[in-house]
């Protein structure tokens, strides 16, 4: 894993030191039902006493889980959601009628054209937010010796104003995302 993407890197461990954590816990609870463990009885309580706990820790305890798993849900949507949002947009409306596009398509041919350079394995493009303020978001997979410089250089300078005029806009900004993978582009023989 490279350092470029340090917060896939922190997620990753993260998410492997709470299943090492699990494991371990529910390993030790097992071993102590079986009574493998050492000073604990499989039979004793598991707290003393009956008494349930003030009501501050009830509700501490409530809201713990309530944000814990808040924060769980979030995390799942964004692992879901990738590229920016898309909208419809309006082209053109007069009295005959109306152009209207939706926007995520509209990256479809960029993406094929971006995917036909050289050492380029695959490529996803998405045109996302308003027509007013545009992005156009890009996810290239590269063999690992491919020119960098040079497709990012082909993809702003001959690819991007192509597509900002077909979209018959001023400015449409580019997010790149380089992924280098071990497949090889295809060739043309």
Do not use: C
Not at 14 to 37: C, D, K
Not at 119 to 147: F, N
């Amino acid at each position: 894993m490279s350092g470029l993407n340090r917060p896939a890197g922190l997620n990753r461990t993260l998410l492997g030191l709470l299943g090492v954590l699990v494991i371990a816990g529910g390993a030790f609870l097992v071993l102590a039902n079986r009574g493998l463990v050492p000073r604990i009885s499989a039979t004793a309580p598991i707290a003393p006493g009956v008494e349930l706990p003030p009501q501050w820790v009830l509700i501490a305890a409530a809201v713990a889980a309530v944000t814990i798993g808040l924060m769980a849900l979030r995390w799942i949507v964004a692992q879901l959601v990738s590229g920016p949002r898309t909208y419809q947009w309006r082209l053109h409306e007069d009295r005959t009628g109306r152009t209207d596009i939706v926007a995520g398509s509209t990256a479809e041919p960029f993406a094929q054209e971006v995917e036909a350079l050289p050492g380029v394995t695959k490529a996803k493009a998405t045109v996302g937010g308003r027509r007013t303020k545009p992005l156009v978001s890009a996810v290239v997979e590269t063999e690992p010796q491919a020119d960098l410089v040079e497709i990012r250089r082909r993809m702003t300078a001959d690819l991007l104003p192509r597509l900002r005029s077909a979209l018959d806009l001023d400015e449409l900004p580019m997010a790149i995302e380089f992924r280098v993978t071990g497949r090889t582009a295809p060739r043309v023989s």
